[in-house]
């Protein structure tokens, strides 16, 4: 069984940064996508990002361009999620997942695994 923990969530306000991290427990994780979705209440799970087995392809929601980065450290089995200039839109739980192939997707589907998530809260 594969365990996803996240952190980094917390209260910011607009236009400042959080960086969340995903510790993944087996190595054998290594060879799949990773990818982070955000849920704010009363909404569907939405796509942030996902980056490729080996970091060659990343891919963004539309809001989450040119704001927010993934990257991922294989030594550590850690995937991140640097954001940015976050807005109170930003606002909800986070969420890490282990995806299906090596190269990530957009679709929740072909995500496997899924951490508890972590609560960013981004006051105006």
């Known amino acids: 069984q594969v365990q996803l923990q996240e952190s980094g969530g917390g209260v910011v306000q607009a236009g400042g940064s959080l960086r969340l991290s995903c510790v993944v427990s087996r190595r054998t994780a290594t060879n799949n996508a990773m990818g982070w979705f955000r849920q704010a209440p009363g909404k569907e799970r939405e796509f942030v990002a996902t980056?490729?087995?080996?970091?060659?392809?990343?891919l963004y929601g539309d809001f989450a361009k040119g704001r927010f980065t993934i990257s991922r450290d294989y030594a550590a089995s850690t995937t991140y999620l640097q954001m940015n200039n976050l807005m109170p839109e930003d606002t909800a739980v986070y969420y890490c997942?282990?995806?299906?192939?090596?190269?990530?997707?957009?679709?929740?589907?072909?995500?496997?695994?899924w951490g508890q998530g972590t609560q960013v809260t981004v006051s105006s």
């Open positions: 997942a282990v995806g299906r192939s090596s190269y990530g997707s957009s679709r929740r589907e072909e995500y496997r695994y």
């Open positions: 980056i490729a087995w080996n970091g060659s392809r990343t």
